[in-house]
């Protein structure tokens, strides 16, 4: 049984910074993808940012150049450093694993931007 363990979240102020971590545990094949999604209210989940196994990344063209994906593959582990965090980056954030066609996801981050 795969489970995900987010930790990070929290309130900061407008041009601020966070760092998210989310540490997964259990039977992970090595070649997956980790990342982050998020969801504010009164709308759909979106894609932050994601990297895979080899290194490869994807970011959310709001955050590129503001978020940085990074992981630790022998600790399973993945993180998101925000900076120039905006109002707009309010939500919840949830860690994602996919491996193959397997989604696993953690039970969310509430970020709040605000002054």
């Known amino acids: 049984q795969v489970q995900l363990v987010e930790s990070g979240g929290g309130l900061v102020q407008p041009v601020g910074s966070l760092r998210l971590s989310c540490a997964a545990s259990g039977s992970i094949f090595r070649f997956n993808t980790m990342g982050w999604y998020r969801q504010a209210p009164g709308k759909q989940r979106e894609l932050v940012a994601i990297?895979?196994?080899?290194?490869?990344?994807n970011y959310a063209p709001s955050v590129k150049c503001r978020f940085t994906i990074s992981r630790d593959n022998a600790k399973n582990t993945v993180f998101m450093q925000m900076n120039s965090l905006k109002p707009e980056d309010t939500a919840v954030y949830y860690c994602?694993?996919?491996?193959?066609?397997?989604?696993?996801w953690g039970q969310g981050t509430q970020v709040t931007v605000s002054s």
């Open positions: 990297m895979a196994s080899g290194g490869t990344t």
């Open positions: 994602n694993l996919k491996i193959v066609a397997q989604d696993y």
